[in-house]
């Protein structure tokens, strides 16, 4: 089960938040517009970041852009 370890695996990409506008969910409590997050692991919708609570969390890719 992959994600008893996402918090200690390595990061494999860095992404910006650039919004937290949601539709159905409050994701302002647990991210920050601006700030750079740790992708742990990635599905076609979604960005698992270590989010501010410091648990790892599932979120659309819409709230973010990637980072060089």
């Not at 920050?32 to 410091?54: H, M, Q």
Request: aromatic residues 16%; glycine residues 6%.
């Amino acid at each position: 089960m992959i994600h008893y370890t996402w918090a200690t695996r390595p990061t494999i990409k860095k992404v910006k938040c650039v919004h937290t506008n949601a539709e159905k969910y409050m994701v302002s409590n647990v991210l920050t517009p601006g700030k750079v997050y740790e992708v742990k692991n990635e599905t076609d919708e979604f960005y698992f970041v270590v989010d501010n609570s410091g648990k790892v969390g599932g979120f659309y890719k819409d709230y973010f852009e990637e980072v060089q």
